[in-house]
């Protein structure tokens, strides 16, 4: 009785090995879509954050940038009428005069940091 090629049970277990190899790829494979996606959407999330913390940041930049002007607009009006009492007057200078110190301060400190 002899036989050309392997007996039948190696070429089972050399299948079974194939069948294996081909299933460990495909793993390897779902695994690295898989990771690939959560970076994906690590980072759209990051995006996203970015997004949001930037329209709050501008959100409170233009609040803050209008009552400014309201209480520029007010002080100078306040300074610059002749009929009010002193003390409003003096009140209103004060008023100007911080605003401008603090905004001369913020833009020249902020050419230094740039700098």
Known sequence: MSRTGPPEHF??????EEIEAIHKR???????????AKE???K??????AAHQ????LFV?????????????????????????????QWAFALVTTIVSGGA???????IKSA
């Open 61 to 89: 930049y233009r609040t803050v940038m209008i009552l400014l002007c309201v209480a520029f607009v007010a002080g100078s009006a306040a300074a610059l009428i002749p009929s009010l009492a002193v003390e409003t007057r």
């Open 105 to 111: 301060g913020y833009l020249f400190g902020k050419g």
């Open 11 to 16: 070429q089972a277990r050399r299948k079974i």
């Open 40 to 42: 994906l959407l690590a």
């Open 26 to 36: 495909e793993e390897e494979r779902a695994e690295a879509a898989h990771r690939r």
């Open 44 to 49: 759209e999330e990051e995006r996203a954050e």
């Open 54 to 57: 930037r329209a709050k940041d």
